[in-house]
T-cell receptor, first 113, second 116 residues
Framework: RKEVEQDPGPFNVPEGATVAFNCTYS??????FFWYRQDCRKEPKLLMS???SGNEDGRFTAQLNRASQYISLLIRDSKLSDSATYLC??????????????FGRGTSLIVHP | NAGVTQTPKFRVLKTGQSMTLLCAQD?????MYWYRQDPGMGLRLIHY???????AKGEVPDGYNVSRLKKQNFLLGLESAAPSQTSVYFC???????????????FGDGTRLSIL
């Protein structure tokens, strides 16, 4: 079982729809959680960090559920430009004692007219 | 600021050849990372470094070596390239989590490497 898991999708939604992605992680001691956006053949770019109390940035809302060990990303009023792959990243402790990010495989979102 | 710069952006090698990928960051980040990304596999960590002069193995280190002689540079070497190493390679850097708070990664724009 992979340490960080995401539904690969694709999620195919019409403009204006609300869509939600989940990302589960295996290590309860994980710290720091992130959502990145990756466009085709481009590098990942930070979309938002995920804080314990949940946080919102415009149409995007991220939440953390430590008890069930998952993070979520909600996108409201989807735009065509939201079409991309969304990667979650979870900082996990290594044998050397450092917290290093582990990525999920990504969820593909396609927003159509 | 340039951020994270990777060179080269594209390269074609023959099996058995060697090469070095260079990553440079100008943000004074302590941590640096090398990933490979293959279709359907997501980002897989090859090696990482938590500071100048230190390196550690990630999830898929075999066939690769790294060096971090200067804080701003992280080199990835392929000693004897194999077709299985055909991939897109991303370098990233971040502040240490010891600084507190969430410290996200900043990525270079990738190196597309083909091994024939």
């Amino acid at each position: 079982r992979k340490e960080v898991e995401q539904d690969p999708g694709p999620f195919n939604v019409p403009e204006g729809a609300t869509v939600a992605f989940n990302c589960t992680y295996s290590n309860s001691a994980s710290q720091s959680f992130f959502w990145y956006r990756q466009d085709c053949r481009k590098e990942p770019k930070l979309l938002m960090s995920v804080y314990s109390s949940g946080n919102e940035d415009g149409r995007f809302t991220a939440q953390l559920n430590r008890a069930s060990q998952y993070i979520s990303l909600l996108i409201r009023d989807s735009k065509l430009s939201d079409s991309a792959t969304y990667l979650c990243a979870v900082n996990m402790i290594t044998t050397g004692g450092s917290y290093i990010p582990t990525f999920g495989r990504g969820t593909s979102l396609i927003v159509h007219p | 600021n340039a951020g994270v710069t990777q060179t080269p952006k594209f390269r074609v090698l023959k099996t058995g050849q060697s090469m070095t990928l260079l990553c440079a960051q100008d943000m004074n980040h302590e941590y640096m990372y090398w990933y490979r990304q293959d279709p359907g596999m997501g980002l897989r960590l090859i090696h990482y470094s938590v500071g100048e002069g230190t390196t550690a193995k990630g999830e898929v280190p075999d066939g690769y070596n790294v060096s971090r002689l200067k804080k701003q540079n992280f080199l990835l070497g392929l000693e004897s390239a194999a077709p299985s190493q055909t991939s897109v390679y991303f370098c990233a850097s971040s502040y240490s989590p010891d600084r507190g708070g969430n410290q996200p990664q900043h990525f270079g724009d990738g190196t597309r490497l083909s091994i024939l």
